[in-house]
T-cell receptor
Framework: GESVGLHLPTLSVQEGDNSIINCAYSNSASDYFIWYKQESGKGPQFIIDIRSNMDKRQGQRVTVLLNKTVKHLSLQIAATQPGDSAVYFCAENIGYGNKLVFGAGTILRVKS | EPEVTQTPSHQVTQMGQEVILRCVPISNHLYFYWYRQILGQKVEFLVSFYNNEISEKSEIFDDQFSVERPDGSNFTLKIRSTKLEDSAMYFC????????????FGPGTRLTVL
């Protein structure tokens, strides 16, 4: 079956440190992956995406790495700030219809 | 910056009642979606909609659910006879022309079924 899962449910980091959030996916046919940030009481907010023909993509303070061999996705946040505290979801695009399958979510807590 | 909007922000209903959740997608988007999130759980896909028809739906989206784009701006999700387990946050999303393009999510409607 299809599933996307996260290794760590909660991650606590010190302000200024780098954060790494991991995700495993099971559908080798998935060709598009997205990281979303969700703050309390809000909808998921797009952070960064990557297509399966790439293994790395960088944004502002964020980097997504894709390892198709082991079906692993990671989100790196540089110089983590208190405003980064949220739940982070990875999602994969499966099939016609642009269906997104979300992972379970990782809580990121940034300590000042 | 354009955004997806949803109304109401919170809907309380009695079990067995019909509810309609409303969404206004971003104006030039062509793909529309509904997802739900039960408290403390992951976001789950319900349905995608393109060119005035359902593109794909999940097992959750049974005969009690329906979607409609009644005019050029609104996109609605109807639950005909609500059950306790329908209590969740319901998110509308939209995306642009291309497949595999970013889906923009609305703020959600919290549905509470009593």
């Amino acid at each position: 079956g299809e599933s996307v899962g996260l290794h760590l449910p909660t991650l606590s980091v010190q302000e200024g440190d780098n954060s790494i959030i991991n995700c495993a996916y099971s559908n080798s046919a998935s060709d598009y992956f997205i990281w979303y940030k969700q703050e309390s009481g809000k909808g998921p907010q797009f952070i960064i995406d990557i297509r399966s023909n790439m293994d790395k993509r960088q944004g502002q303070r964020v980097t997504v790495l894709l390892n198709k061999t082991v079906k692993h996705l990671s989100l790196q946040i540089a110089a983590t700030q208190p405003g980064d505290s949220a739940v982070y979801f990875c999602a994969e695009n499966i099939g016609y219809g642009n269906k997104l399958v979300f992972g379970a979510g990782t809580i990121l807590r940034v300590k000042s | 910056e354009p955004e997806v909007t949803q109304t109401p922000s919170h809907q309380v209903t009695q079990m067995g009642q019909e509810v309609i959740l409303r969404c206004v997608p971003i104006s030039n988007h062509l793909y529309f979606y509904w997802y739900r999130q039960i408290l403390g759980q992951k976001v789950e896909f319900l349905v995608s909609f393109y060119n005035n028809e359902i593109s794909e739906k999940s097992e959750i989206f049974d005969d009690q659910f329906s979607v409609e784009r009644p005019d050029g701006s609104n996109f609605t999700l109807k639950i005909r006879s609500t059950k306790l387990e329908d209590s969740a946050m319901y998110f509308c999303a939209s995306s642009g022309l291309a497949e595999m393009s970013e889906q923009f999510f609305g703020p959600g409607t919290r549905l509470t079924v009593l």
